[in-house]
């Protein structure tokens, strides 16, 4: 029993959280889920265009819910849906009525209203305060519109709008996932605003809370507490944009009139839950005066109507001042029982900030100790509540028991039978997760084609018959027919363990198209894993990226391995600079056995003295990058970090980071390269827009798109002179590339190991992680890493640069769904999803990512190539 209540504990506490990227499975209305009768309108046409016919991609009746009449500007005709429990709803799909050709009838733009109980309707807005969603342009193609924020409900009005009196007709399909935590409100005191000194202003309130606000405290509503959307390690940077900063934390001060101390917070569920933990994601930037809390105390009610009961639950924090990393804190309830949770939050110092707070609790309700002991003097022993059966005959009086018995009966075979349901599903859950790291993900059943659009959330998705699978297919088949992603690709199921068998021009056309082409050297034929993975046959992922990335977390160059193998210290051309002169500003990133750090580099001028590689400075003092060895590091991992610095101290390019000396003489053994004023160009560019009227007149941070031609020949130029060195980067990518005052771009590799960015990266379980939304079709299939490959992700760090990386390539794809992908563009069928054209990008530019896409490798271009092609297009 005790393990079976730890599975449950395990599984409960996996599901315990969720992320908006992944909760996009349709909820029903397509496949019937939702039933007729959870479906209502304010009003219908005819019989044949009632909301039970509001189904997309279906077709009863006459087609669509039509609501009755011409509908008015004035009009507030809805189509209500009831989910039939708690969800968190991220997506809404839309269609008009097109009744086989016959009917155009469609909705150009909708209001949402949704409710948690069905009595009090809010209205949803996004975060910019917009109500209003655009919807379709024809009676047939599905618009899929993401909700920013997400939110959770149970009961969903979708209102069509209009601005000329018109008819309009709907079907409908909702997304997103249940709503496990059960919190149905919290309250809290408003957040306050942080005025800095040589700070932006951060307004630290929740922006997006949907309950009432009445004398500085928030009730009865929820907002970015539970969105889904964690903060940044910097609380004034933000993931959302066109936000003011500080927008993901709610936050507090010590000494303000209303906390004095403490932040408390109640929170309401929709039932009795046994609540195991409570995890509360806290900022900790203690070099700005905020941390985690101190302490918490919770105090628990049952039942909303008592009051609450005297025995709470302490939790003390480990205070952390020397990594400034946002953080969860886990909090254990102890398996408290309670229907409401009221924690007061102690102050470690000026100021407390959080941007989650979930709750994980067991799906069973057992009464916990406190609930059983009858507190009044009065009440006797034969009064007191038992939970254990009686052991003595029944008196007279008592009322026969025969008809609870058999319902005691089923629940206990009940209980029994699920328990061992979720140990069968743990366990084969297991099983799949063994499989899965070996292949990419199956690709779903349905094919669909994607058009995506950088300007606003709304995409369209034209989907075309679906032929019916025959009964004698092979491969694995969908083992949950409820939840089906958004966002589909190819019915074939991919497998790179069997892809040889299946599909036999590979071990030809791979090897001889990832291996020639003049991007790999002949003599190159055997090579370790920190080293190019040239070979003369096709060898598959799962054997070479074990060791993909540096002991820092970082990269680390891939070069050939005779190049490496002749290298010896006596190769280490950087000097050895004082320690001691090292000044801890910030911790950028970390690995298994090492990490990066911001540092002040005091005396580094005059270290160099005359021919300095440091430019002038303005008498400012010099940042650099400091990658330091853990003192754990293993022997392998020294020799590696050793390694790393001979390759490091033979690069010597303008658009290369630069080397300028290390700390070897002792332990821990650390290397100094440069770092930028302006940090990483994926920071930089989504911050600004492309200069205009409008944001020269404003004050607005642009840049030119001469810059961007500007950007884009620097990273070629460098990339060109790594592939004339044969190095291969095997991540570029706009984070891994820094950018000083005067726009001067250097090529790095801390991107890995930066929290920031670990979204940009797939984790193999218990393996290596990878940018596979930057990684060619061969380096995510066969595990070859070339400067073809290489090529590959230019083109798609160009993509990012012309977005002014304003979102992450292949955005509206799942992690899974880009390695499916990757299967078409192997099979070259027509079916690939390839990035689209950014509005900025000139024509004739995007023709030349899309050549670095090709899925020939000999036919992509080389950098020396993409050099000469972008040089010209840049004023010099």
């Given at each position: ?420 349901i979720i140990i069968f599903l743990i366990l084969w859950c297991q099983y799949v997760c063994k499989v899965l790291e070996k292949a990419p993900r199956r690709i779903l059943d349905e094919e669909v084609t994607v058009r995506l659009s950088s300007c606003s959330d709304t995409i369209i998705l034209q989907t075309p018959p679906v032929p019916p699978r025959s009964s004698h297919a092979t491969g694995p088949t969908n083992t949950d027919p409820h939840y089906e992603r958004v966002f589909l690709l190819d019915p074939q199921y991919q497998n790179p363990a069997v892809l040889r068998n299946k599909l036999p021009e590979l071990s030809q056309s791979a090897e001889a198209s990832a291996c020639g082409g003049g991007y790999a050297e002949p003599d190159v034929t055997q090579c370790t894993p920190h080293q190019c993975f040239h070979s003369n046959a096709p060898h598959y992922a799962e054997t070479d990226i074990v060791r993909l990335q540096g002991v820092t977390g970082s990269n680390m160059y891939a070069v050939p391995a005779l190049t490496v193998d002749s290298l010896t210290r006596k190769d280490i051309s950087a000097a050895e600079f004082p320690r001691q002169q090292l000044i801890f500003r910030e911790k950028l990133g970390e690995g298994q056995f090492g990490e990066v750090h911001l540092c002040e580099a005091e005396g580094l001028p005059e270290f160099f003295g005359e021919g300095s590689p440091l430019p002038d400075r303005d008498g400012r003092s010099v940042l650099v990058a400091v990658k330091q060895l853990r003192a754990d590091a293993t022997s392998q991992a020294r020799n590696d970090f050793l390694k790393e610095i001979k390759i490091m101290s033979r690069l010597n390019d303008p658009n290369i980071i630069r080397l300028l000396c290390v700390c070897v003489s002792s332990d821990p053994l650390c290397m100094v ?204």
């Open positions: 029993m005790h393990l079976f209540l730890l599975l449950i504990l395990q599984a409960t506490a996996a599901f315990g959280q969720i992320d908006p990227a992944h909760c996009r499975y349709a909820l029903g209305m397509e496949d019937g889920r939702i039933k007729d009768e959870d479906i209502t309108a304010s009003s219908q046409w005819y019989e044949t265009t009632g909301p039970q016919y509001a189904r997309l991609n279906r077709e009863e009746g006459d087609g669509a819910w039509c609501p009755a009449g011409q509908l008015e500007p004035s009009d507030s005709q809805y189509l209500q849906v009831d989910l039939g429990r708690l969800t968190f709803l991220t997506v809404v799909g839309t269609q008009g009525r097109y009744a086989r050709n016959s009917g155009n009838e469609f909705a150009r733009a909708y209001r949402l209203k949704y409710s948690r109980d069905g009595q009090q309707w809010k209205s949803w807005k996004n975060r910019v305060g917009n109500t209003v969603m655009e919807a379709n342009k024809n009676a047939y193609a599905s618009v899929i519109n993401d909700l920013h924020p997400p939110i959770i409900t149970r009961y969903v009005q979708l209102i069509p709008v209009t601005t000329l009196s018109t008819t309009v007709c709907m079907r409908v399909e909702l997304y997103g996932c249940p709503w496990e935590d059960g919190l149905i409100s919290y309250s809290t005191p408003e957040g306050q605003l942080m005025m800095p000194p040589g700070y932006p202003i951060a307004s630290l309130n929740d922006s997006t809370y949907d309950g009432q606000h009445e004398k500085r405290k928030l009730f009865g509503g929820m907002g970015q507490l539970t969105d889904g959307v964690v903060g940044l390690d910097d609380f004034l940077l933000t993931r959302q944009y066109h936000v003011w900063p500080g927008y993901d934390y709610l936050g507090w001060r010590n000494d303000s009139l209303v906390t004095q101390g403490y932040v408390e917070m109640e929170f309401v569920f929709d039932r009795q839950r046994n609540f195991t933990s409570m995890k509360v994601h806290s900022n900790n930037m203690f070099s700005r005066s905020v941390k985690i809390f101190s302490s918490v105390s919770c105090s628990f009610k049952a039942r909303l109507i008592t009051g609450w009961e005297a025995e709470t639950v302490e939790f003390n924090t480990v205070l952390d001042d020397r990594n400034p990393s946002a953080r969860y804190v886990t909090v254990p309830l102890n398996r408290r029982t309670a229907k409401s949770i009221r924690c007061r939050f102690y102050f470690a110092d000026v100021w407390m900030m959080f941007s989650e707070i979930s709750f994980q609790s067991e799906d069973t309700v057992i009464p916990s100790q406190m609930t059983l002991v009858v507190t009044s003097p009065s009440v006797n022993e034969e009064n007191t509540i038992s939970t254990t059966p009686k052991t003595a005959n029944p008196s007279a009086s008592d009322p026969p028991d025969d008809g609870n018995t058999p319902i005691l009966i089923g629940c206990l075979v009940t209980i029994i039978l699920l328990l061992v390269t440069e770092y930028m004023e302006n940090g990483d160009l994926n920071m930089f560019l989504s911050q600004r827009e492309i200069e205009s009227t409008l944001t020269h007149a404003n004050n607005i941070p642009s840049v030119s798109l001469s810059d961007l031609l500007h950007m884009s020949v620097q990273i070629s130029s460098g990339m060109k002179y790594l592939a004339s060195l044969n190095f291969v980067h095997r991540d570029l990518a706009t984070r891994n590339c820094l950018l000083d005052r005067r726009l001067t771009i250097k090529i790095a590799d801390f991107g890995m190991s930066r929290n920031l960015y670990s979204s940009d990266y797939y984790r193999i379980q218990g393996r290596a992680v990878l940018p596979i939304r930057w990684m060619a079709w061969e380096s995510i299939l066969l595990g070859k890493f070339t400067t073809a490959s290489d090529v590959w992700a230019f083109g798609v760090t160009l993509w990012e640069i012309f977005t002014l990386c304003k979102e992450q390539p292949y955005s509206l794809l799942s992690d899974e769904q880009v390695i499916e992908n990757t299967g078409e563009f192997f099979r070259n069928q027509g079916r690939q999803i390839f990035l689209y054209a950014p509005p900025l990008c000139p024509p004739s530019l995007f023709e030349l990512m899309m050549r670095c896409w090709g899925r020939d490798i000999p036919n992509r271009p080389s950098f020396e190539g993409l050099y000469q092609a972008l040089r010209p297009h840049v004023n010099q």
